[in-house]
């Protein structure tokens, strides 16, 4: 998640080539860091620990890590800086580490899923409703307009531009709501919620944690659409752009893998 940003101030644009490590990964690093920490003394370590010492270091964590997470996006997507291309292999490679490390934590949720899967397993809820399939095709179809979207960019068709961007946004946010939805419907309609054996636990540990990746990104995508509104992007000017997009496209992928492994695996 380390990597070095753009200055905020005006060097860029006079050319003097100043630059600074952002404190803003850093501070989500540790955020995660105490947040897992705080998780993993609340589940296995309550008879060493009093409960309070878990839930606060959950709690500063998750500040932590929120805080990290805005700070970053705002240096790199909001800042006076955002946006151009004095360091855009910086931000990529910047965007590149923090998926990376990003899949670990995926991973860690899907391995807890595949030991609990692997016991004795019996449920009676119904995961694998049309609704996913809906949500599925969303975001599915969300990948392919911020992809023709910044191709359009690119090419100078700043009209098809906003027009695919502003879809995409409209389809995080369709696919926010369904979620949302289904929650509802399995909370308050059939009762089934974290707290329902290990099949609550990882059905809602892991689409949470996706749901709140989806969430990231469409605060992304909003930030950039209104910064496109305002021609701050242009073709050699896409850099928050290309990252974003890389973001989405990391966010949909992984949204495919758990439709696999847990609405589908529940099923099977």
């Known amino acids: 998640m380390s990597g070095w940003l753009d200055s905020a101030g005006g060097h860029a644009e006079e050319g003097e080539g100043h630059e600074h490590r952002s404190r803003w990964p850093l501070i989500a690093a540790v955020g995660a860091g105490l947040l897992y920490l705080g998780a993993g003394f609340f589940f296995v370590g309550l008879d060493l620990v009093p409960v309070v ?8 964590g998750a500040l932590g890590l929120l805080v990290g997470l805005f700070g970053w996006a705002y240096e790199a997507f909001v ?31 899907f391995i807890y899923y595949a030991f609990v899967r692997a016991g004795a397993w019996e449920t009676s809820h119904e995961l694998l409703t049309p609704l996913v399939f809906v949500n599925t095709a969303l975001l599915v179809a969300s990948s392919f307009t911020i992809h023709y979207g910044h191709h ?8 098809k531009f906003l027009g695919l961007l502003g879809a995409t ?44 990746h989806v969430a990231l990104g469409v605060v992304l995508i ?32 992984v949204w495919l893998f758990l439709v696999l492994a847990l609405y589908v695996g529940a099923s099977v």
């Open 222 to 253: 909003a930030i950039a659409f209104g910064r496109s509104l305002r021609g701050e992007y242009g073709p050699g000017h896409d850099t928050a752009i290309r990252t974003t997009s890389l973001y989405w496209h990391f966010v949909d992928a």
């Open 53 to 60: 010492i878990p839930a606060g270091l959950a709690v500063v």
């Open 169 to 212: 946004l409209a389809l995080g946010v369709v696919f926010l709501v369904g979620q949302g939805y289904e929650y509802y419907e399995l909370l308050v309609v059939e009762g089934f919620s974290l707290t329902s054996g290990v099949l609550g636990s990882a059905f809602y540990g892991l689409t949470g944690l996706h749901g709140l």
């Open 152 to 159: 359009a960019l690119e090419a100078g068709d700043r009209r």
């Open 79 to 109: 800042g006076p800086a955002a946006g151009h291309g004095g360091h855009a292999d910086r931000y990529r490679t910047t965007m590149i580490l923090f998926l990376a490390s990003d899949v670990s934590t995926f991973s860690a949720g």
